[in-house]
């Protein structure tokens, strides 16, 4: 019975663990996946030239990427952020609960952004949680009147962001399932299998103690016939 149990145990933790690496990456290919289209509903505005709220071509990095944010609902565990001459310029609306401005090792982590030759996804693990994130960074030749050597109008950034702990924590909740679920399994099992092998094993046990007291001096001891 112990090894029966031994060896189911090993199966569940086996089966559990499989299942959590399974959910674990589904839930990072997930991400990946919003972050990916974020990348190309912003790439087509991009292309087109022109800012939705004005019909006016873009004049400036920070336009092109303040259109972006305003055509973007950011999902439950997300957040974003425009980053103009590497700096936090444009922040979600205060509905948006994960608030990446509020992490300064994340916009530490952001240096440089701006200027980065493509778009990119990246993991940045921080004293407060860990974000997976897409940084799309932008470079607008300014219109006229606006002087061309200005940072802050040529060069900019937009970055979305997934709350990555919170993501995966629906994978450990499913795990934990498991968990408990193979535990009360097991409990069963051996509570009926303790039951069913006391029950089968008891005429055993009463023959091999009639046996134990029969001797040559007293054979009027008789085994009992079920």
């Not at 336009?63 to 439950?76: E, Q, W």
């Not at 060069?155 to 934990?176: C, I, K, P, W």
């Not at 968990?179 to 089968?200: N, P, T, Y």
Request: no cysteine; net charge negative.
């Amino acid at each position: 019975l112990l090894t029966v149990l031994t060896l189911s145990a090993v199966g569940m933790l086996l089966a559990a663990s499989t299942a959590l690496a399974l959910q674990t990456r589904a839930a990072d290919d997930r991400m990946d996946s919003d972050l990916l289209l974020r990348l190309e509903t912003f790439t087509t505005l991009a292309e087109s030239g022109t800012d939705p709220g004005t019909g006016r071509p873009f004049g400036s990095a920070r336009d092109l990427v303040y259109a972006s944010m305003r055509l973007t609902i950011p999902g439950p565990n997300e957040g974003m952020v425009g980053l103009v001459g590497d700096k936090v310029a444009l922040t979600a609306p205060s509905s948006v609960a994960l608030r990446l401005e509020d992490d300064p090792e994340l916009v530490a982590a952001l240096s440089g952004a701006t200027t980065a030759p493509s778009a990119s996804l990246r993991t940045t693990r921080t004293s407060e949680r860990t974000y997976r994130y897409v940084v799309v960074p932008v470079h607008v030749t300014p219109t006229d009147g606006v002087p061309a050597g200005s940072v802050d109008t040529t060069h900019g950034a937009l970055v979305v962001a997934y709350d990555r702990d919170v993501e995966r924590a629906r994978s450990t909740q499913v795990f934990s399932t498991l968990a408990i679920m193979s535990v009360v399994a097991l409990a069963a099992v051996g509570a009926i299998g303790w039951f069913v092998a006391g029950r089968l094993l008891a005429p055993i046990r009463r023959l091999d103690e009639t046996a134990r007291r029969i001797s040559d001096s007293d054979l009027s001891l008789r085994i009992p016939v079920t």
